[in-house]
């Protein structure tokens, strides 16, 4: 069945597809060179394995589909889900693999527009690819175009020339930070089917399998359950590794549809249900939700050791997982929002401000909030501040939250006003408005809530305005007592901004570019700093004759996260230390007992100090990749530092520790892209393929042998290290390059935050790309098309 609305082109057929499972699209090109038909494969089976610690979860999917049509057709590969993914292989019958990996790159070069090797080989390129083997086909002139430009909330993969009857199996893996609700980790994986994808003969059982893998400590509490799926359990114990298994079933209740993704679809979601038989049929999404706390009513301590890490010659790497108990008395916040209020957040303002709803009907009575809007005018106002009440500080009694949402309706953003407002905001009041504010919190803790989407032009100016605040503003590590927690919008906000504020105070920084997902990220992210228990955080390293070592919470170069963040409510914190080798030996050789950590914090509820000690020799093997439980956190650090450092003797050093987790885990950075090539297969290659090829009978009823999850390991078909050559092109707000090495043909999407002096540069190029009109009908000069908040959107 065709899904085609006989209007539009090939590439704007393929760009309206939003499917809720992973899907393969193909369009057969024999019937017409503009035909603009798309199908639906429907597949043979899928396979999930998923790997969670803490936040961190590692899915891998493996699906397998076949082409039925009676002529070559050329596919779409699309995936729901919000991670980032780190490989990914297709497998066209037996001949060749299309893969996804990561590219040594220099950016510097690529942005000023100089190829990375062989600069002269350019002068030979002709159209979309340099061809430097005759026996390469022609490929598909859509390729890059749907590669570079990505849709929001879904990865997908453009593969060509797949022959009739031929197999395409596809294994993808990424990794997620989980979301917060319901006071447990949550993940969802999308894989509920239609009519139009499952064959009429099967249900979501006979095609969908999906195994997750929690990972705990042996003397922690947990909790699993499902709402989507019955869940089977084993509990598995291997050297200190306590490895829950579970295994989806059958599905247990009607799944609302559409999925509730905005504030008005959460209102709706209860009067839209499909039938029992429909859940039966074609399944429901995965739904998990876990967390982990202290067995005891005492904060504790985990100390663990990758069984599988790679050792380095200079340092140590272990991680600490701190949980906190279940019968702590929470801390009061005093929490600001500081809202933006300029026209490109007119389009997600109903979200917006729901979520502030959310999170004020959550607030304890003896909490105090405040509301500050601010906008390109260069102008800052606060919610019903008077003379009695000059700072704006209400409770959260049910009347100002009521008047606060109705003011918030009210001044909504004005889409007329962009074409008087400027493009690029120049202040600091906001910011500095919102932290004297916070300095009349009357003994609670403060919190500082920025909703922004504006480009700062001079954002380094805002970060060296609040470093020359008074010492009040400070605690004794040099760091804000107010806690920075950010949330930046679309392509116009300075992101890397956002995550140093939050660096500066023990915060967290998200990073939205899906409108449809603004409420429940916002929800989520409210959720995990709603219900405070330990602050001030600090971890010790001591031999065992008293003799520091040093302080994790001043030598941030020993320890990630730095600052170490606040514990709450059934949230769990992960810590990497990097110990010196040199010293850890000459500290246990000389004090015959090994080194002993520290863990200090101050209980939020009554400021009382607690200090507890973890033997350092007790170590817990564990078989989760830990170089990857803070990984993309870790990389959204050292960026942010990168940023702020730009051009200083540091900059280097950081940008090579970033670099080398990004080769370890497979994340792609600023100075890591990510790149999709194909590969021809040799014979031999070929003849294993079709081994396994035979697994699956020729009804399409059996399945084939999967693979079982092998955490990346690094598999190589990213094709790091090898030499490459090079083309540029520019995309709508994005760069691409095809770049061409025997028989390899590979499409890069360059990260879009540019400036004269390279990625980490700034961002006045990147934007004066944007604000570009869109050209439409009606649209009058709109001004910024590259972050969802045309005026036709």
Known sequence: MALSNGTSTLKQMFDEQRPIAPSVFFNIPHYNADNANVYLAKPLQIDYSIECFNQTAIVNMVGIWKNTASHDINCVFMLPMRGRVTDCHINIGSERVRSVGLQNRDIDRMMAGKSYEFEEEEKHANGNIV??????????????????????????????????N???????????????????????????????????????????????????????????????????????HDNGDRKLQFRATQAKKPQPFPRAQSADEEEEKSSLKTSDTDAHKYGRDFELQYYIISASEKFTAHLLVNDNAVEDEDYIS???????????????????FLLDRSWRTQSIWH???HGIKHSLERMDDNESFAVVLFEEFYACEVWAASDTNPHGLHSPAEHNKKNVFAWLVAHKPDSRSKRHAPSKARTQQPFLKCLDILQHRQQRYPY?????????????????????????????HK???????????????????????????????????????????????????????????????????????GTASVQNDMIHPFPIADLYHNHAVVIKLRVPRRRRDEAAAAAGNGIVMSVRGVLAHNGECIEFAVCYDTLQQYSFPMNAALAQSHLHALHANIWMLHGSATCQQL???ANAISDDTGLSSPTRLLSSQETVLQQQQQEQLQDDDSNVSKSDGEKMALSPLSLPPRTGKGRRGQNQKSLQKKKAAVMGSVIVFGAVATVTVINPFGGDDGVFGGWNDAIDTMDQCCGDTGCDSCGDCGDGACCNS
């Not at 430097?132 to 849709?151: A, H, N, V």
């Not at 989980?178 to 993940?187: D, E, G, I, R, T």
């Not at 009429?200 to 947990?222: G, L, R, Y």
């Open 318 to 336: 272990h991680h600490l997982l701190l949980t906190p108990p279940s019968g702590v008395n929470v801390g009061d916040r005093c929490v600001c």
């Open 131 to 164: 061809h430097d083997d005759d026996d390469i086909k022609e490929e598909w002139q859509l390729m890059d175009d749907l590669f570079c430009t990505q849709i929001c909330g879904y990865f997908r993969m453009p593969f060509d020339r797949v022959k009739p």
């Open 479 to 549: 760091l804000l007592r107010t806690r920075i927690f950010t949330v930046s919008y679309g392509y116009a906000v300075n992101a890397y901004l956002m995550r140093y504020l939050s660096l500066c105070s023990r915060g967290k920084s998200i990073h939205i570019t899906d409108p449809c997902s603004v409420y429940k990220e916002l929800v989520c992210f409210f959720n995990e700093f709603r219900s405070l228990l330990c602050t001030d955080i600090a971890v010790t390293l001591e031999s065992g004759n008293g003799n520091e070592l």
């Open 655 to 657: 940008e090579e520790i």
């Open 166 to 236: 031929q197999l395409l199996r596809v294994d993808l893996y990424y990794t997620e930070t989980l979301q917060f609700q319901h006071n447990a980790y949550y993940l969802r994986l999308a894989c509920a089917f239609t009519s139009n994808s499952l064959k009429t003969n099967k249900t979501w059982n006979d095609i969908m399998s999906i195994e997750a893998n929690i990972h705990v400590p042996p003397d922690a509490q947990h909790t699993v359950h499902s709402d989507s799926h019955t869940l089977s359990q084993t509990d598995n």
């Open 351 to 353: 979200d917006m401000i």
């Open 448 to 476: 500082l809530v920025v909703l922004a989407a504006t480009y700062f032009v001079d954002d380094r100016e805002i970060v060296r305005q609040m470093q020359q605040l008074p010492a009040q503003y400070y605690d004794e």
